[in-house]
Protein backbone atom coordinates (compact mmCIF):
# COMPACT_ATOMS: atom_id res chain seq x y z
CA UNK A 1 0.00 0.00 0.00
CA UNK A 2 1.14 3.57 -0.65
CA UNK A 3 0.65 6.67 1.15
CA UNK A 4 -0.56 9.88 0.39
CA UNK A 5 -1.00 13.09 2.60
CA UNK A 6 -1.74 16.58 2.41
CA UNK A 7 -5.41 18.23 1.38
CA UNK A 8 -4.13 18.71 -2.47
CA UNK A 9 -2.97 14.83 -2.75
CA UNK A 10 -5.71 12.94 -1.03
CA UNK A 11 -8.58 15.71 -2.22
CA UNK A 12 -7.77 15.13 -5.93
CA UNK A 13 -6.97 11.44 -5.82
CA UNK A 14 -10.76 11.01 -4.09
CA UNK A 15 -11.83 13.30 -7.13
CA UNK A 16 -10.13 11.06 -9.64
CA UNK A 17 -11.33 8.22 -8.83
CA UNK A 18 -8.10 5.63 -10.26
CA UNK A 19 -7.03 4.42 -6.54
CA UNK A 20 -8.35 2.15 -4.73
CA UNK A 21 -8.52 3.28 -0.81
CA UNK A 22 -7.70 1.37 1.86
CA UNK A 23 -9.07 3.96 4.44
CA UNK A 24 -7.88 7.56 5.53
CA UNK A 25 -6.85 9.20 8.43
CA UNK A 26 -8.09 12.73 9.40
CA UNK A 27 -5.97 14.87 12.91
CA UNK A 28 -8.23 14.91 15.33
CA UNK A 29 -6.84 18.69 16.24
CA UNK A 30 -7.79 19.84 13.22
CA UNK A 31 -11.47 20.87 12.46
CA UNK A 32 -12.02 22.91 9.09
CA UNK A 33 -14.52 23.55 5.93
CA UNK A 34 -11.43 21.95 3.75
CA UNK A 35 -11.03 18.69 5.73
CA UNK A 36 -15.02 18.06 6.30
CA UNK A 37 -15.37 18.40 2.18
CA UNK A 38 -12.46 15.60 2.54
CA UNK A 39 -14.42 13.23 4.73
CA UNK A 40 -17.65 14.02 2.97
CA UNK A 41 -15.93 12.60 -0.35
CA UNK A 42 -14.77 9.46 1.72
CA UNK A 43 -18.46 8.63 3.01
CA UNK A 44 -19.91 8.95 -0.53
CA UNK A 45 -17.36 7.06 -1.84
CA UNK A 46 -17.38 4.50 0.76
CA UNK A 47 -13.98 4.81 1.94
CA UNK A 48 -13.32 4.33 5.82
CA UNK A 49 -12.01 7.72 7.42
CA UNK A 50 -10.38 7.40 11.21
CA UNK A 51 -9.51 9.94 13.24
CA UNK A 52 -6.09 9.69 14.54
CA UNK A 53 -3.87 12.01 16.87
CA UNK A 54 -1.62 14.37 14.24
CA UNK A 55 1.75 12.78 16.17
CA UNK A 56 -0.01 9.28 14.78
CA UNK A 57 -0.62 10.66 11.12
CA UNK A 58 3.06 12.14 11.20
CA UNK A 59 4.54 9.26 12.35
CA UNK A 60 2.48 7.38 9.35
CA UNK A 61 3.19 9.83 6.74
CA UNK A 62 6.92 10.46 8.11
CA UNK A 63 6.38 14.08 7.86
CA UNK A 64 4.77 17.02 9.62
CA UNK A 65 3.56 18.23 6.51
CA UNK A 66 0.70 15.82 6.15
CA UNK A 67 -1.93 19.06 6.63
CA UNK A 68 -4.34 16.80 8.80
CA UNK A 69 -5.18 14.31 6.73
CA UNK A 70 -3.52 10.89 5.69
CA UNK A 71 -4.73 8.33 2.99
CA UNK A 72 -4.01 4.41 2.69
CA UNK A 73 -4.14 3.17 -1.15
CA UNK A 74 -3.15 1.07 -3.60
CA UNK A 75 -0.19 2.25 -5.55
CA UNK A 76 -0.87 3.92 -8.76
CA UNK A 77 -0.71 2.12 -11.80
CA UNK A 78 1.93 2.86 -14.17
CA UNK A 79 0.64 2.60 -18.03
CA UNK A 80 3.39 1.09 -21.22
CA UNK A 81 4.60 3.07 -23.68
CA UNK A 82 1.54 1.87 -25.78
CA UNK A 83 -0.48 2.94 -23.51
CA UNK A 84 0.37 6.90 -24.42
CA UNK A 85 -0.45 6.27 -28.19
CA UNK A 86 -3.58 4.59 -27.71
CA UNK A 87 -4.68 7.38 -25.53
CA UNK A 88 -3.48 10.20 -27.78
CA UNK A 89 -5.40 8.55 -31.09
CA UNK A 90 -8.80 8.65 -29.23
CA UNK A 91 -8.03 12.47 -28.63
CA UNK A 92 -8.83 15.17 -30.70
CA UNK A 93 -6.00 17.33 -32.14
CA UNK A 94 -2.26 17.01 -32.19
CA UNK A 95 -0.31 15.21 -29.23
CA UNK A 96 2.16 16.73 -26.76
CA UNK A 97 3.86 14.76 -24.19
CA UNK A 98 6.54 15.37 -21.65
CA UNK A 99 9.30 13.15 -21.68
CA UNK A 100 11.47 13.32 -18.38
CA UNK A 101 15.32 11.85 -18.42
CA UNK A 102 16.30 11.39 -15.19
CA UNK A 103 14.85 14.01 -13.25
CA UNK A 104 15.78 12.75 -9.70
CA UNK A 105 13.94 15.10 -7.64
CA UNK A 106 11.19 14.45 -6.17
CA UNK A 107 9.74 18.35 -5.53
CA UNK A 108 11.09 18.80 -9.50
CA UNK A 109 9.10 15.69 -10.55
CA UNK A 110 6.25 17.00 -8.69
CA UNK A 111 6.20 20.40 -9.90
CA UNK A 112 6.32 19.06 -13.34
CA UNK A 113 3.62 16.93 -12.92
CA UNK A 114 1.43 19.94 -12.00
CA UNK A 115 2.76 21.88 -14.65
CA UNK A 116 2.21 19.36 -17.05
CA UNK A 117 -1.77 18.75 -16.24
CA UNK A 118 -2.21 22.39 -16.71
CA UNK A 119 -0.30 23.02 -19.51
CA UNK A 120 -3.45 19.66 -20.99
CA UNK A 121 -0.01 17.11 -21.93
CA UNK A 122 -1.35 14.11 -22.95
CA UNK A 123 0.77 12.03 -21.77
CA UNK A 124 4.46 11.99 -19.08
CA UNK A 125 7.39 9.65 -19.94
CA UNK A 126 9.26 8.31 -16.64
CA UNK A 127 12.12 6.42 -16.88
CA UNK A 128 12.50 3.04 -14.43
CA UNK A 129 16.53 4.17 -13.56
CA UNK A 130 17.99 7.24 -12.55
CA UNK A 131 14.76 8.90 -12.29
CA UNK A 132 12.59 9.89 -8.61
CA UNK A 133 10.28 7.29 -8.14
CA UNK A 134 6.30 8.49 -8.06
CA UNK A 135 6.56 8.80 -4.19
CA UNK A 136 4.23 10.35 -1.43
CA UNK A 137 7.01 13.49 -1.61
CA UNK A 138 6.68 13.90 -5.52
CA UNK A 139 2.29 13.68 -5.22
CA UNK A 140 1.98 15.93 -2.87
CA UNK A 141 4.51 18.91 -4.53
CA UNK A 142 2.22 18.39 -8.02
CA UNK A 143 -0.82 19.21 -5.25
CA UNK A 144 -2.92 16.17 -6.61
CA UNK A 145 -2.11 16.73 -10.26
CA UNK A 146 -0.77 13.34 -10.61
CA UNK A 147 -3.48 11.46 -10.34
CA UNK A 148 -4.92 13.04 -13.11
CA UNK A 149 -2.36 11.96 -15.53
CA UNK A 150 -1.61 9.09 -17.62
CA UNK A 151 1.78 8.42 -16.73
CA UNK A 152 4.58 5.62 -18.26
CA UNK A 153 7.55 4.36 -17.19
CA UNK A 154 10.15 3.00 -19.56
CA UNK A 155 13.20 1.03 -18.84
CA UNK A 156 15.24 2.81 -22.22
CA UNK A 157 14.72 6.65 -22.57
CA UNK A 158 16.65 6.67 -26.31
CA UNK A 159 14.20 3.51 -27.75
CA UNK A 160 10.88 5.14 -26.11
CA UNK A 161 11.88 8.15 -28.32
CA UNK A 162 12.13 6.59 -31.47
CA UNK A 163 9.37 4.78 -31.04
CA UNK A 164 8.25 8.33 -30.96
CA UNK A 165 9.29 8.95 -33.86
CA UNK A 166 8.21 6.37 -35.71
CA UNK A 167 4.59 8.02 -34.94
CA UNK A 168 5.07 10.71 -35.88
CA UNK A 169 5.93 12.87 -32.84
CA UNK A 170 8.74 15.62 -33.23
CA UNK A 171 10.91 14.91 -30.49
CA UNK A 172 12.32 18.29 -28.48
CA UNK A 173 14.92 18.90 -26.16
CA UNK A 174 15.51 21.74 -24.06
CA UNK A 175 19.24 22.71 -23.70
CA UNK A 176 21.05 25.10 -22.74
CA UNK A 177 23.12 25.05 -25.83
CA UNK A 178 20.27 24.72 -28.41
CA UNK A 179 20.63 26.30 -31.55
CA UNK A 180 16.96 27.88 -31.67
CA UNK A 181 15.15 29.72 -28.78
CA UNK A 182 11.90 28.26 -27.23
CA UNK A 183 9.47 30.82 -28.78
CA UNK A 184 10.41 30.55 -32.27
CA UNK A 185 9.59 26.94 -32.10
CA UNK A 186 5.93 25.64 -33.71
CA UNK A 187 4.74 23.65 -30.92
CA UNK A 188 1.22 23.58 -32.89
CA UNK A 189 2.04 19.46 -34.16
CA UNK A 190 2.41 16.29 -33.12
CA UNK A 191 5.70 16.24 -30.14
CA UNK A 192 7.50 15.16 -27.21
CA UNK A 193 9.27 17.94 -24.82
CA UNK A 194 12.44 15.82 -23.52
CA UNK A 195 13.91 17.44 -20.31
CA UNK A 196 16.74 16.32 -18.79
CA UNK A 197 18.57 16.13 -15.66
CA UNK A 198 19.42 18.81 -12.46
CA UNK A 199 22.28 20.57 -13.27
CA UNK A 200 23.24 18.14 -15.67
CA UNK A 201 20.61 18.49 -18.28
CA UNK A 202 19.88 15.93 -21.02
CA UNK A 203 22.32 12.77 -21.42
CA UNK A 204 24.25 12.14 -24.58
CA UNK A 205 22.39 9.85 -26.27
CA UNK A 206 19.24 11.71 -25.44
CA UNK A 207 20.49 14.88 -27.25
CA UNK A 208 21.06 13.14 -30.38
CA UNK A 209 18.20 11.80 -30.51
CA UNK A 210 16.17 15.08 -30.49
CA UNK A 211 15.03 16.28 -33.54
CA UNK A 212 15.72 19.60 -32.16
CA UNK A 213 16.86 21.50 -29.33
CA UNK A 214 15.57 24.69 -27.84
CA UNK A 215 16.90 27.15 -25.27
CA UNK A 216 15.59 29.95 -23.01
CA UNK A 217 17.57 32.82 -23.52
CA UNK A 218 18.42 34.35 -20.72
CA UNK A 219 19.41 37.89 -19.67
CA UNK A 220 21.18 37.71 -16.55
CA UNK A 221 24.28 36.43 -14.89
CA UNK A 222 23.09 32.67 -14.78
CA UNK A 223 23.12 30.41 -17.77
CA UNK A 224 19.92 28.32 -17.10
CA UNK A 225 16.80 27.50 -14.88
CA UNK A 226 15.31 25.23 -12.43
CA UNK A 227 14.30 22.21 -15.00
CA UNK A 228 10.79 22.46 -13.39
CA UNK A 229 10.66 25.99 -13.89
CA UNK A 230 12.11 25.77 -17.14
CA UNK A 231 9.51 22.84 -17.95
CA UNK A 232 6.80 25.72 -16.93
CA UNK A 233 8.10 28.26 -19.58
CA UNK A 234 8.22 26.35 -22.54
CA UNK A 235 4.93 23.53 -21.44
CA UNK A 236 2.85 27.17 -21.15
CA UNK A 237 4.30 28.36 -24.53
CA UNK A 238 3.08 25.57 -26.10
CA UNK A 239 -0.09 25.52 -24.68
CA UNK A 240 -0.69 28.96 -25.43
CA UNK A 241 0.16 28.22 -29.51
CA UNK A 242 -1.91 25.28 -29.50
CA UNK A 243 -4.79 27.54 -28.11
CA UNK A 244 -3.72 29.91 -30.24
CA UNK A 245 -4.32 27.92 -33.49
CA UNK A 246 -7.23 26.18 -32.32
CA UNK A 247 -9.42 29.47 -31.84
CA UNK A 248 -8.31 30.42 -35.40
CA UNK A 249 -9.09 27.38 -36.64
CA UNK A 250 -12.72 27.59 -35.29
CA UNK A 251 -13.28 31.37 -36.21
CA UNK A 252 -11.96 31.67 -39.85
CA UNK A 253 -13.85 34.99 -40.33
CA UNK A 254 -12.80 36.43 -37.47
CA UNK A 255 -8.99 35.44 -38.76
CA UNK A 256 -9.54 37.01 -41.92
CA UNK A 257 -11.15 40.42 -40.52
CA UNK A 258 -8.38 40.70 -38.05
CA UNK A 259 -5.87 40.61 -41.14
CA UNK A 260 -7.95 42.90 -42.99
CA UNK A 261 -7.87 45.57 -40.02
CA UNK A 262 -4.37 45.25 -39.67
CA UNK A 263 -3.83 45.68 -43.25
CA UNK A 264 -6.15 48.56 -42.93
CA UNK A 265 -4.04 50.34 -40.01
CA UNK A 266 -0.08 49.73 -41.96
CA UNK A 267 -1.83 51.71 -44.98
Not at 24 to 50: F, Y
Not at 72 to 90: H, Y
Not at 155 to 179: H, T
Not at 183 to 196: E, I, N, Q, S
Request: aromatic share 2%; charged share 25%.
Amino acid sequence: MDVLYGLHAVEEALRAGRRRFDHVLVARERRDDRLERIVQACRQGGVRVRTEPRDQLTQIAQTTAHQGVVAIVRPQELLALEDLFTAGDSRPGARLVLALDGVEDPQNLGALLRVADGAGVDGVLLTERRSAPLSPVAVKASAGAAEHLRIARVVNLVRALEEMKQRNLWVIGLDERGSSDYDRFDFTGDCVLVLGREGAGLHDLVRRTCDHLLRIPMAGGVSSLNVATAGAVVLFEAARQRRAAAQSASHPVQKAAARTTRKGLGS
